[in-house]
């Protein structure tokens, strides 16, 4: 994993001695990405043997820490996956939070995040580091490596092994446990699991919640996803996204607030549709959930620019173009009292 060593502020000159001290907090927030493909080996970059930098020669999982602009700690990691490898995951799950310890024993928090990715570690452009490898789980004792990633890594190996797997809860740094340097936040649960593929193993399905909102002329929402988009880019589709250790129905009502400043009362909201699909070949199997709202409060704002640069109206008969498949699917299957759209699978 990598890490920066977390910034301290210095207390105020007025504060007198006997005051009690603030706690130190990190300034600084850390990001890594636990890789893995569909035969379930892990993608490990080799770190360059320099004197004074974190891991120096050891497999590690690629990331690092926030920077100014960066909104998120998704959107660090994102960011350093993009300069070190021109790499981009389209989904990453929050799976741990880990408490690492630097070269001078600060205690640093790293928020790891899992994602599925298939391609050949080849055909990357490597900005830093000796290389990019995948790795079977039993390969991994013999190779140099700090052991909170060696255990990390097998934790999420048993989950997979075992048919399932869950991300973290919401946990901050500021409430994670700094008596230990591997202490791992998680609390998995089970996904629906698809038939054995050609591994011959249970494959974790992705869950999306989407938003069916329709206004009294009978027009649908629809936001158009920004360029840079990591999935769909140029492309209109419904508000969604995905949960954050929560039920359907409040990421539902979350995302319409973060998303679009909408406020919907949980229950104002009733199941519409699902998709179940692969995407394209390669790629995890999903569960799509829409679900609708039958009041709301607010109008469309754009609040997150970088995904979606505009919202509009649109009747069913005339959607625009272009329009996401599946999203496609799920209006017709509504307009047509349907529940349930299969796509992809043939």
Same mark, same amino acid.
């Given at each position: %994993?990598?890490? /920066?060593?977390? /910034? ?5 000159? #007025?504060?007198?001695? $006997? ?7 990190? /300034? ?30 050891? !497999? ?15 959107? =660090? &990691?994102?960011?350093? &996956? ?13 799976? @741990? ?25 080849? *055909? ?6 000796? %290389? ?12 140099? %490596? ?30 994670? $446990? ?12 089970? #996904? =629906? ?30 936001? &158009?996803?920004?360029? *840079? ?10 508000? @969604?996204?995905? +949960? ?6 409040? +990421? &539902?009502?979350?995302? @319409? ?10 229950? $104002?909201?009733?199941?519409? #549709?699902?998709? #179940? ?5 390669? =790629?995890?199997?999903? %569960?799509?959930?829409?679900?609708? @709202?039958?009041? !709301? ?10 995904? +979606?640069?505009?919202?509009?109206? !649109? ?16 209006? *017709? ?9 299969? !796509?992809?699978?043939?």
């Amino acid at each position: %994993m990598n890490a /920066q060593t977390p /910034q301290t502020d210095s207390p105020p000159p #007025h504060q007198l001695p $006997d005051q009690p001290q603030p706690q130190p907090q990190p /300034q600084r927030a850390n990001a890594s990405a636990l890789i893995y493909n569909e035969s379930g080996a892990y993608l490990l970059h080799l770190r360059d043997d320099i004197p004074g930098i974190w891991e120096p020669g050891s !497999w590690s999982l690629l990331g690092g820490g926030s920077e100014p602009g960066d909104r998120s700690l998704e959107e =660090t &990691l994102r960011r350093e &996956l993009r300069e070190e490898a021109g790499l981009d995951i389209p989904d990453l799950v929050p799976f @741990a939070v880990e408490q690492a310890r630097s070269g001078d024993g600060t205690l640093v928090p790293i928020q790891i995040f899992a994602g599925q990715w298939s391609g050949d570690p080849a *055909d990357l452009e490597l900005t830093e580091g000796v %290389m990019l490898h995948w790795f079977r789980p039993e390969v991994m004792p013999r190779l140099r %490596m700090a052991p909170s990633t060696r255990d990390l890594l097998r934790r999420h190996a048993e989950l997979l092994d075992a048919g399932h797997y869950g991300p973290a809860p919401s946990t901050s740094f500021a409430n994670a $446990d700094p008596t230990t340097t591997t202490a791992a936040v998680r609390l998995p649960h089970p #996904h =629906t699991l698809s038939a054995p593929g050609t591994s011959g193993r249970p494959v974790p399905h992705i869950i999306g919640v989407h938003l069916y909102l329709e206004n009294a002329h009978g027009e649908i929402l629809l936001g &158009l996803r920004h360029p *840079d988009s990591a999935y769909a880019g140029k492309t209109w589709h419904f508000l @969604a996204g995905h +949960c954050e250790q929560e039920s359907a129905v409040a +990421c &539902l009502v979350r995302e @319409a607030r973060e998303e679009a400043g909408l406020l919907i009362d949980p229950g $104002d909201v009733e199941f519409a #549709h699902a998709v #179940h699909l692969v995407d394209t070949p390669g =790629t995890p199997p999903r %569960m799509q959930l829409v679900f609708r @709202a039958r009041h !709301w409060t607010g109008t469309p704002e754009i609040l997150e620019p970088d995904r +979606c640069v505009s919202w509009g109206w !649109w009747r069913p008969e005339a959607l625009p173009e272009p329009l996401v498949p599946y999203a496609r699917a799920a209006i *017709d299957g509504i307009q047509a009292g349907r529940l349930y759209t299969e !796509w992809g699978w043939t």
